[in-house]
């Protein structure tokens, strides 16, 4: 019978065809837009992951994400140096600073000043160029999201210069970094010379980036330095996950792609509801005849279950396939840049599925079991 | 109870009706539609149940077959009161011994022929190729074999008519029923599916039910049950005179 039930919906191409569409452009989009939400989010923590050497970040204890810090004084390095368990301590700063291209055109960068003798502190992974070139004077090294925002024409972007605050800068490098929140350019430059192009005040120390020693916990390690240094140290898990609370807590992102999931699950249940009890109706006659014939309700559910189990199925595979397309297609462009589908957002989906599917199909299949067999002969 | 093994009692009536009244519910009022119905159908006959539109005949054979609940009386078929068995069973007993054949067919439109005739042998679980083998064999009987792997809407009415005969009769039920078999063919189709019909569906161990009001084919009756409002005004071989 369940052979039949597939065969009574395959036969209806119109509505078959309908119903996938339906869950398939409910999965694609209830999919997409999580995979798009969480990839966003996670950008908040772009510059923890840009710097992945860091095992604690030690910060004023007002800063909150690595975009949102409050300078510390130069002494701050020494006292985390000081702490038992710290096997290195390097200064990190990161700064705002225009900068206009040899064409004229102005654009707001994000300066990020890395150790001057290791280093630490760059993207694990250079795109063009080696990390070494930043020894070189004025030398500065741009994220490859960068490279296509000032220089969208370019075959390159080594060599090119900048005037960066009034100095010059030369790009000797090109990062493979993740792209930030905003997809701001981000320059990366040795810390004594970041200070020279980033004017400020007294304190420029925006983060001591730590590496526990050898047997040392990043957590116990981090809780040593708070309770000696009086500053904020965090691991590098937790202040990852503070970067991305911050974009949740103060963006309406959250709030726009919750609409718009909320919207393909509404959808799902619009399009697959009014089409399976549709598809339902126009063969009420036959599963009238089958009940009359004697076929029990038991097994006109199971035929249904199965109708919507196929339909679910392949409208869900069909849905993830397209949002697999969708990420995979648009990987060239800087937006989606190392955008990935979390192996949760795919369950997620199914489970809306399945949710569209039972409420679908309970409304549906009211009709075919309220239907008497008698009505066969009317 | 094991519905399977109905029918090994010949000598009793095939359906035995006694009291049998139906109401329906019409907003506030209830309407009696059949009034204290007392009849018997025949194994080996071919029974007409004949009636204007409304005088209940259709609503006499729902309850016949057990597909619709009497308000008073009781139906016996081959000698189980129908109406106390559970719905479980009663499912399986119309599966297993009796047979429908319905006026617009309710064939499936996306399964072929085959398929469609052998459907009361699938719910009863016989595999899928067994069932089809055996339903080919009636359709061949039924001069439609070779359209056995054609969809419905290939076929013309009176070839579909004739699946739906085949799709009655290959599970071998012991009780057919046929709600106006001819009313959408026309006059030398009518007749050829009722010959036909008498041909395959008539057997000793076997009634046969057949409401309609097409006056075209009183003549092959073995029976007439006349209704008239609910209430059975004539049985014999013949329709009497005025109708």
Known sequence: MLWIAIR?????????????????????????????FVNLVERGASGVYNAP????????????TTDVSYAMPGTALDRVRSVPGVEWAVPHLRAVANVRTKDGDLEGVGIVGVDDATLIGLPERMAMGDKSVLFAPDSVVIDDVGTTRLFPDADSALGERLELNDQRAVIRGISDAIPSFTSTVVLYTRYSSALNFVPGTRNRLSFVLVGVSEGQTPEAVAARIEAETGLKAETREEFAQAGVN????????????????FLGF???????????????????????????????????????????????????????????AFIKGFSTNPFFKGFYIPWQIPLISLAAVVVILAITGLIAIRSVLNTEPASVFR | ???????????????????????????????????????????????????ESGSGKTTLISIMCGILWPTEGEVKVFGTDIYKLSDTELVNFRLNNIGFIFQQ?????????????????????????????????????????????????????????RVAIARALVHEPRLVVCDEPTAALDASSGRRVMDLLREVAVAPDRACIIVTHDNRIFDLADRIIVLEDGRITHDGKEMPDGH
Request: proline share 3%.
């Open chain 1, 53 to 64: 050497e860091a095992e604690v970040w030690v910060m004023d204890p007002v800063s909150r």
């Open chain 1, 8 to 36: 009574m919906l395959t036969g209806d191409a119109q509505k078959f065809y309908g119903l996938l569409f339906g869950i398939g452009f409910s999965t694609l989009l209830i999919t997409q837009q999580m995979t798009i």
């Open chain 2, 105 to 161: 067919y309710n064939l499936i439109p996306s399964i072929d022929v085959a398929s469609n005739a052998a459907v009361p042998l699938i719910a009863q679980g016989v595999p899928r190729a067994e069932a089809r083998e055996r339903a080919k064999v009636l359709l061949d009987k039924l001069n439609i074999g070779n359209q056995a792997d054609k969809l419905p809407r290939q076929l013309s009415g009176g070839q579909q008519q």
């Open chain 2, 1 to 51: 109870m094991d519905t399977s093994t109905i029918g090994n009692r010949a000598s009793e009536a095939a359906i035995c009706a006694r009291g049998i009244a139906r109401d329906f519910e019409a907003g506030q009022t209830t309407i009696r539609v059949l009034h204290e119905i007392d009849t018997e159908i025949r194994a080996g006959e071919m029974t007409y149940v004949v009636g």
């Open chain 1, 266 to 324: 509404v959808v799902g249940i619009a399009i697959v509801g009014l089409t399976f009890s549709l598809f339902l109706r126009d063969n009420i006659k036959q599963f009238g005849a089958l009940k009359a014939i004697g076929v029990t309700n038991a097994k006109i559910v199971q035929m249904v279950g199965v109708q919507a189990g196929m339909v679910g199925l392949i409208g869900y595979a069909l849905g993830v396939i397209g949002t697999v």
């Open chain 1, 246 to 261: 911050f974009i949740i807590e103060n963006t309406g992102i959250p709030t726009n792609f919750g609409i718009t999931v």
